[in-house]
């Protein structure tokens, strides 16, 4: 168990809704991230938060967004899904952002499937 | 623009053999990578890192191996285990990345008893 947990686990939707996935880091970490990972590919970064601000954007459209919260939880919103926005999405936490030698511990993920 | 490759998709290794996992940057700000393994419907869990000030790190049955030069780091595990058979993601970091990891595409390791 990482210690950071993801919910749920498992989504169903169809074209065109919104969904919210969640996020509760690790006790003490300050950052988090999300991730992407379609079908075979690996994992795309999207972006990451550090206590309750935007640190870093990656490749994340702009139907999605998201936001960390004073208790530090994050939510990750995807609108006017699209089928080719099923796949899994992980978040990650870590201590620090800037600091060598930490890695960032993974969440079990949220399969979202769109219809 | 693929920054971090893992040009083999998949790999067999007979138990107790060595597994040699590879793995190719472009990016030459990268200065910390890490190896995670992830088993089926669960996230990458971390498994061994080196910085760029080592060329080897050590831990267990896991050493990996770092050739800036190349631009290329491996992960070999000996002797291999059937219960390492996973998928293996090489990540990098970098200084003005805010630390966000860059990912690999992955390795599917299959240990064969």
């Known amino acids: 168990d990482s210690g950071v947990t993801q919910t749920p686990k498992h989504l169903i939707t169809a074209t065109g809704q919104r969904v919210t996935l969640r996020c509760s880091p690790r006790?003490?970490?300050?950052?988090v991230y999300w991730y992407q990972q379609s079908l075979d590919q690996g994992l795309q970064f999207l972006i990451q938060?550090?206590?309750?601000?935007?640190?870093a954007k990656g490749n994340i459209l702009e139907r999605f967004s998201a936001q960390q919260f004073p208790d530090l939880h994050s939510e990750l919103n995807l609108s006017s899904l699209e089928l080719g926005d099923s796949a899994l999405y992980f978040c990650?936490?870590?201590?620090?952002?800037?600091?060598?030698?930490?890695?960032?511990?993974f969440g079990q993920g949220t399969r979202l499937t769109v219809v | 623009d693929q920054q971090v490759k893992q040009n083999s998709p998949s790999l067999s290794v007979q138990e107790g053999r060595i597994s040699i996992l590879n793995c190719d940057y472009t990016?030459?700000?990268?200065?910390?990578f890490l190896w995670y393994k992830k088993y089926p419907a669960e996230g990458p869990t971390f498994l061994i890192s080196?910085?760029?000030?080592?060329d080897k790190n050590e831990d267990g049955r896991f050493t990996v191996f770092l050739n800036k030069s190349a631009k290329h780091l491996s992960l070999h595990i000996v002797p291999s285990q059937p219960g390492d058979s996973a998928v293996y993601f090489c990540?990098?970091?970098?200084?003005?990345?805010?630390?966000?990891?860059?990912f690999g595409s992955g390795t599917q390791l299959t240990v064969l008893p």
């Open positions: 938060y550090y206590n309750g601000e935007e640190r």
């Open positions: 990650a936490s870590s201590v620090l952002p800037d600091s060598l030698n930490t890695e960032a511990f």
């Open positions: 080196i910085s760029s000030i080592k």
């Open positions: 006790s003490g970490d300050l950052s």
């Open positions: 990540a990098a970091s970098g200084a003005g990345s805010a630390r966000q990891l860059t």
């Open positions: 990016n030459s700000m990268f200065d910390y």
